[in-house]
Nanobody, 124 residues
Framework: QVQLVESGGGVVQAGGSLRLCCAA?????????MGWFRQAPGKEREFVAA????????YYEDAVKGRFTISRDNAKNTVYLQMNGLKHEDTAVYYC?????????????????WGPGTQVTVSS
């Protein structure tokens, strides 16, 4: 049973930083892609960033390029999302998701597992 637990969310002023963590368990992730998605109130869930577990290839949504960095720690089975230069429009619930494939996709439907989410609120 795959389990994903996000942490690190909170309230931060615009321009500030947060680091989200996603602790993953329940399977081998070496042939998987880990993704971060977010969902703001009244909006659909949208792609933020993804990383191929083996090799570390990354992909970002245009709005976060240069501000967010996704990384992983193989030994800890943990994926991180370092968020710098936060903006009010980054406010959302952030979800960690797993796709048991090496192909990176940017739609939520392409991922099989996700965690309960962590709230990020950026005050302007």
């Amino acid at each position: 049973q795959v389990q994903l637990v996000e942490s690190g969310g909170g309230v931060v002023q615009a321009g500030g930083s947060l680091r989200l963590c996603c602790a993953a368990s329940g399977r081998t992730f070496s042939n998987s892609v880990m993704g971060w998605f977010r969902q703001a109130p009244g909006k659909e869930r949208e792609f933020v960033a993804a990383i191929r577990w083996s090799g570390g290839n990354t992909y970002y949504e245009d709005a976060v390029k240069g501000r967010f960095t996704i990384s992983r720690d193989n030994a800890k089975n943990t994926v991180y999302l370092q968020m710098n230069g936060l903006k009010h429009e980054d406010t959302a619930v952030y979800y960690c998701e797993v796709r048991p494939s090496r192909a990176i996709v940017i739609v939520p439907g392409g991922y099989d597992y996700w965690g309960p989410g962590t709230q990020v609120t950026v005050s302007s």
